[in-house]
Each structure stands twice: as C-alpha cells, then as structure tokens.
C-alpha cells in the first residue's frame, strides 16, 4: 500500500535533479504523475525511470515554461484528461542567473523571477479549478474525501542572502509569502500548502561553475565553503529532498499546512 495511492500529482521541472527524484519517488508509492519540464529529453528519461518503477502508464511528459500562464493552464488540465483529477502541485521548477547586483542586467531579473516565483504563482492559478474547485464540490456535497496538497519550493540561500543572488533570492522568499497566503485562503477547501527549501544538494545547480557552460552552477571555492557548514558533512542528494516532499503531499502531513522547512543537514542560517 503506497502513501500516494489514487493521487496524480503535477511535478514541474522534473526532468533533472530533485524533481526527477520526486517524480520517481510519488510513483513508488503509487501516484500518476505529470512530468513537466522546459527540455524535452530529460522530461523523457525522467518518464522512462518512472516506468521501470512503477510499469507503464503512471507517468506523462508535459514540455513547457511555467513562466508561461496559458501553458500551465494545459498542464494542470493535461493531469485531469489523462488521469481524471489534480491532487498534489509540486512547484519544484527553478532556475538561477547570477550577477552581483550592479551588473545585473533586466533580461537576468525578470527571467529568474519569472520561473521561480511567477511561475509558482502560474501553476496554482491554473490547478484552481481541479484542487480547490474538487474540494469545494466535495464539501458542498457530503463532505471532504481527502486532503489535496500544494508544495513549493524556497531556499536556504534565500533565507541567509547570497551575493549574485539578488533575483533568485528574491523570488525563492517571494515563495514563502504565496506559501502562506494559499494556505490560509484554502485551509477551508482541506487544502495544504508548504514549502520546502533544499540546503546544499548535489544538482545541475550547484556544479561548480567552472565544470559547466556557465550559466548556472556556483564558484568551485563557494562550493567548498558552504560544504564546511554542514553538521553532516556532505551535500545532500536529491532523494533527501524527495523525502520531506513526499511527507508533505501523504496524508502522513494533513494537519499540517502554512510551513516552510528547511531540508539542509543542519546548515545553520544566521
Ligand atoms: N540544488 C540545490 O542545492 C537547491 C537549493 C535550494 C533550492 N533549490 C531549488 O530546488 C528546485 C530544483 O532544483 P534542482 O537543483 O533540482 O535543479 P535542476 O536544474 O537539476 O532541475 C530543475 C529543472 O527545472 C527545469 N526548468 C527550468 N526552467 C523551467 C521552466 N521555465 N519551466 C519548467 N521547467 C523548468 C529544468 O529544465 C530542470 O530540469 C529549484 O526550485 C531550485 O531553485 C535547489
């Protein structure tokens, strides 16, 4: 018996990293899932790796920008064509463009705003009508049957402040906000809303910069630094991330709602 059985949940930006990890994690525990991602081919992989999992039919690849509000509201409607119904948003896609502040450029703030908090916003304006629209039916009509969940995602960095971060920064605790708007505008609907901020996680973000082509990725001797602040003694895997996700959209975490963790091995934050 999975934790996820009879859910279909949307998972953005889960073709690489820690949304793939989720993706592969919801489906083990019995969910559909809805794989969405700007590039094609990882969102693919990502689908064939759910399949092994979980046999076919449990995953479906939705390529698009949640930047893009007319797209997500196909996406959000993709999930309730395929699989009948919306129940869990994971609002995992992001992205960085770094810059220390007096060089960064319009072009760089609007697209790291536009992803990791416009797009936020995007999807849970599109999955309205299927997550708080279903609840409302159900409550009008005898009662809640479950609870539907929202998750998105904040940053450690964001919480401290990072040099060359102004925009992303910006946005990831622009994420906490709508976290704990929805929250209370949908606590009535028996929807959750949390958010979840990764530490230092291996991931196509945090490479050091010089092994990648630039545009994302981090300074090797910031890399090695912030790996000296963790109690644990290592970077976290996107599993680690996936599990704390997972508690969030399982019934495991129905009276819980409003929140923002940070799943960091202890990385302390001044
Ligand atoms: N890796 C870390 O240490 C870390 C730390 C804090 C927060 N985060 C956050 O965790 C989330 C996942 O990051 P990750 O490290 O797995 O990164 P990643 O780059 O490995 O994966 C992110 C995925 O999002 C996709 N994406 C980018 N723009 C998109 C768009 N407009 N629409 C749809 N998909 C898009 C990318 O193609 C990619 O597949 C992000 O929100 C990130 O900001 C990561």
Same mark, same amino acid.
């Given at each position: 018996?999975?934790?996820?059985?009879?859910?279909? /949940?949307?998972?953005?930006?889960?073709?690489?990293?820690?949304?793939?990890?989720?993706?592969?994690?919801?489906?083990?525990?019995?969910?559909? #899932?809805?794989?969405?991602?700007?590039?094609?081919?990882?969102?693919?992989?990502?689908?064939?790796?759910?399949?092994?999992?979980?046999?076919?039919?449990?995953?479906?690849?939705s390529?698009?920008?949640v930047?893009?509000?007319?797209?997500t509201?196909?996406?959000?409607? /993709?999930?309730?064509?395929?699989?009948?119904? =919306?129940?869990?948003?994971?609002?995992? @896609?992001?992205?960085?463009?770094?810059?220390?502040?007096?060089n960064?450029?319009?072009?760089?703030?609007?697209?790291?705003?536009?992803?990791?908090? *416009?797009?936020?916003?995007?999807?849970?304006?599109?999955?309205?009508?299927?997550?708080?629209?279903?609840?409302?039916?159900?409550?009008?009509?005898?009662? =809640?049957?479950?609870?539907? *969940?929202?998750?998105?995602?904040f940053?450690?960095? @964001?919480?401290?402040?990072?040099?060359?971060?102004?925009?992303?920064?910006?946005?990831?605790?622009?994420?906490?906000?709508?976290?704990?708007?929805? /929250?209370?505008?949908?606590?009535?609907?028996?929807?959750?809303?949390?958010?979840?901020a990764?530490?230092?996680?291996?991931?196509?973000?945090?490479?050091?910069?010089?092994?990648?082509?630039?545009? #994302?990725?981090?300074?090797? @001797?910031?890399?090695?630094?912030?790996?000296?602040?963790?109690?644990?003694?290592?970077?976290?895997?996107?599993?680690?991330?996936?599990?704390?996700?997972?508690?969030?959209?399982?019934?495991?975490?129905?009276?819980?709602?409003?929140?923002?963790?940070?799943?960091?091995?202890?990385?302390?934050?001044?």
């Amino acid at each position: 018996m999975g934790l996820l059985n009879n859910r279909t /949940a949307v998972v953005t930006g889960a073709g690489r990293g820690i949304g793939r990890a989720i993706a592969e994690t919801f489906v083990r525990e019995g969910a559909k #899932v809805v794989i969405n991602d700007i590039d094609s081919d990882p969102a693919e992989e990502a689908k064939a790796a759910c399949e092994k999992i979980a046999g076919e039919g449990c995953a479906i690849t939705s390529i698009g920008s949640v930047a893009d509000s007319a797209y997500t509201d196909s996406l959000m409607k /993709a999930a309730a064509d395929t699989f009948g119904k =919306l129940d869990i948003l994971v609002n995992n @896609a992001g992205i960085t463009r770094d810059k220390m502040i007096h060089n960064m450029s319009d072009e760089m703030w609007n697209f790291v705003i536009d992803i990791n908090l *416009k797009g936020t916003f995007n999807c849970i304006r599109s999955a309205s009508p299927y997550l708080r629209g279903a609840s409302k039916q159900e409550i009008e009509s005898g009662g =809640l049957k479950y609870h539907r *969940k929202i998750i998105n995602f904040f940053s450690t960095a @964001a919480l401290r402040g990072n040099p060359g971060q102004a925009n992303y920064t910006a946005a990831k605790m622009g994420n906490v906000g709508l976290t704990r708007t929805i /929250a209370q505008e949908w606590g009535r609907f028996g929807i959750n809303v949390n958010a979840v901020a990764p530490g230092f996680t291996d991931t196509r973000l945090t490479k050091a910069k010089e092994s990648t082509d630039g545009t #994302v990725g981090i300074p090797a @001797a910031q890399r090695e630094a912030i790996l000296k602040m963790i109690p644990f003694g290592r970077a976290g895997v996107p599993q680690d991330i996936a599990n704390v996700v997972l508690f969030f959209a399982s019934p495991l975490s129905d009276y819980v709602t409003g929140q923002a963790i940070n799943v960091s091995g202890g990385l302390q934050i001044p």
